[in-house]
């Protein structure tokens, strides 16, 4: 909830207004009731022959309402003829896959190794969830999913053949002055991300002590416009506002680049290229760089460059129709976790890449994607040898979980989730309830929630009540401030601003959790002047509209 929780002293309208897009369902459905999911880019219905011809076949009041329209005509051709048709006009569309696993056939699923052929002593030779990076040396699947003891004799005898350990080193006095740092400090990251797949990465970054410079646009990275978002993943940055579109800014860049030691962005790459900001410009900057690129749907294949967002990928492998209950037509997760997947896997690639340097010396490439991490997220199912996907749990029709020992249960006063497991579990579960499986709906709702959290941790099942609207008690409760779980700084704009904090926790590092969102270009001049950027070029600049931020007009004198 990061990018959606967040209160503040003096907040803007838009700070304060609901979620972005909240009810919001981007599925369209087609005549055949299978759904498609649009992207927005440079071509739209507009420009595809075939919805002009179905316009044409509709009776004028529905034609009138732009709406009504789109709806009623893809209902009078089937998903794949409407693909067809946007696909050759240039118009990016997801497919709305009907269950987990139907996309480890996919094209660009295999064109990037999202998806890999494993032996399996079991099941055979069967397709899996692959990895969600590409990178040099890169990550390979080694081996099928061991047998329960299959390495047993093998590591005990290693174990064995090494020896007693060496002792530890002493633990440190009690009360000795050792400094408390952050685990990557020193690092320095530029990110040149937009939206949330891309800058949420560096802000995970920036919570573990990297310095990160955030390198927007002078009109500002677009998502500045919803408040709440922008701000749940920007936290810990220092902002720089310089068009780079020009060449007059080459030599900001260069020395910016000259600074780092990591470069991500989630630029399309024909744009990167554009930009000057494809690896292989940055890499002839500097050659230790370690660089990362976040796509919409990896770096190989016919949709290498498309655009896509978090729904998009959800369409593709699945959890569209997973996330909506069996028989109910797909709909969007609106928390956007395949974003958040996407963003936590360049992190992971940037860490390797920077353990690769130290060893070696050498930047690295690193790519990450959207749909990449989204595919690994399916690696509950397979495809098996004969091209079945491997059976796997399902969310029920009225999304109450996937079977009576993992769901929530509607109680007299409210609802309980309750996670029995497996083993001996559901038969706890059935004997702290005193009813077979068929009653337990009955006996639930025939006591409070409080009740039963009091009876299912007597019998060590686990169970939490179904809270809601939970912002502000979230940031009221002072056990969460204590954990870390909240934190608060000064915000230009906002005053007082509280957000979720640490996701992490190290026992003897710390966490920098003390620098707000930054505002737009609020440290333009402060990063330039420490990156060597001579005064009287960044006066050029500035009388050319090149760079934005406080302090930047008395350059322009």
């Given at each position: 909830m990061s990018k959606h929780w967040s209160r503040a002293a003096t907040p803007s309208p838009t700070m304060t207004s609901p979620n972005l897009f909240k009810g919001m369902n981007p599925v369209l459905l087609c005549g055949d009731g299978l759904g498609i999911v649009p992207t927005m880019g440079d071509v739209g219905l507009a420009d595809v022959p075939l919805y002009s011809e179905v316009l044409s076949e509709l009776p004028p009041e529905i034609a009138a309402d732009s709406f009504a329209a789109t709806g009623e005509a893809l209902k009078r051709r089937s998903r794949q003829?409407?693909?067809?048709?946007?696909?050759?006009?240039?118009?990016?569309?997801?497919?709305?896959?009907?269950?987990?696993?139907?996309?480890f056939s996919d094209e660009q699923l295999r064109a990037n190794n999202y998806v890999v052929t494993v032996d399996d002593p079991q099941w055979g030779r069967t397709v899996q969830a692959g990895h969600p990076l590409k990178m040099d040396p890169p990550l390979e699947v080694r081996s099928a999913a061991p047998r329960l003891g299959q390495h047993t004799a093998e590591v005990v005898a290693r174990a064995s053949r090494r020896g007693s350990r060496p002792e530890a080193p002493p633990a440190p006095a009690a009360g000795a002055n050792h400094p408390r740092r952050?685990?990557?400090?020193?690092?320095?990251?530029?990110?040149?991300?937009?939206?949330l797949a891309g800058?949420?990465?560096p802000q995970l970054?920036?919570?573990?002590?990297?310095?990160v410079v955030k390198v927007e646009a002078t009109t500002g990275d677009r998502l500045r416009r919803s408040e709440r978002i922008f701000a749940g993943c920007q936290r810990g940055k220092r902002s720089v506002a310089v068009d780079v579109r020009s060449p007059q800014s080459r030599p900001v860049l260069e020395r910016l680049v000259s600074w780092a030691d990591v470069v991500l962005h989630n630029l399309?790459?024909?744009t990167a290229r554009l930009l000057g900001l494809d690896y292989e410009t940055i890499r002839a900057m500097?050659?230790?760089?370690?660089?990362?690129?976040?796509?919409?749907?990896?770096?190989?294949?016919p949709r290498r460059d498309w655009p896509g967002v978090d729904p998009t990928s959800q369409a593709v492998v699945g959890w569209m129709q997973e996330g909506a209950g069996l028989g109910n037509p797909p709909r969007w997760y609106r928390i956007g976790m395949t974003d958040d997947q996407c963003a936590m896997a360049s992190v992971i690639g940037v860490?390797?890449?920077?353990?690769?340097?130290?060893?070696?010396g050498k930047g690295a490439d690193v790519r990450a994607s959207i749909l990449g991490m989204a595919a690994l997220t399916t690696s509950e199912t397979m495809l098996l040898p004969d091209g079945s996907i491997a059976p796997y749990a399902r969310l029920d029709a009225e999304q109450t979980g996937l079977g009576p020992d993992y769901r929530i249960y509607e109680c007299s006063n409210g609802w309980i989730a309750v996670a029995a497991g497996t083993g001996s579990g559901p038969g706890r579960l059935r004997t702290a309830a005193r009813c077979d499986e068929a009653m337990l709906p009955a006996a639930f709702r025939g006591r409070t929630v409080e009740e039963w959290v009091a009876v299912l941790e007597k019998a060590e099942i686990g169970a939490e009540p179904v809270r809601v609207d939970q912002e502000q008690a979230f940031f009221d409760s002072e056990l969460y401030r204590r954990l870390g779980l909240t934190v608060e700084y000064r915000h230009r704009d906002y005053g007082r601003l509280?957000?979720?904090?640490?996701?992490?926790t190290f026992q003897d590092l710390e966490l920098t959790l003390r620098r707000p969102p930054p505002i737009l270009g609020e440290h333009t001049l402060e990063v330039l002047q420490e990156v060597g950027v001579d005064r009287v070029i960044m006066a050029r600049l500035a009388s050319a509209g090149l760079l934005e931020g406080p302090g930047v007009e008395a350059l322009r004198t």
């Open positions: 003829e409407w693909l067809d048709a946007m696909w050759a006009a240039g118009m990016p569309t997801a497919r709305v896959a009907s269950q987990l696993g139907e996309a952050g685990p990557l400090e020193g690092i320095r990251v530029l990110d040149f991300g937009m939206f800058p949420y990465g970054m920036a919570d573990l002590g990297a310095e399309r790459l024909p500097k050659p230790s760089i370690v660089y990362c690129h976040v796509s919409s749907y990896g770096p190989e294949g860490l390797l890449a920077l353990r690769h340097r130290d060893r070696t509280e957000q979720i904090g640490s996701l992490l």
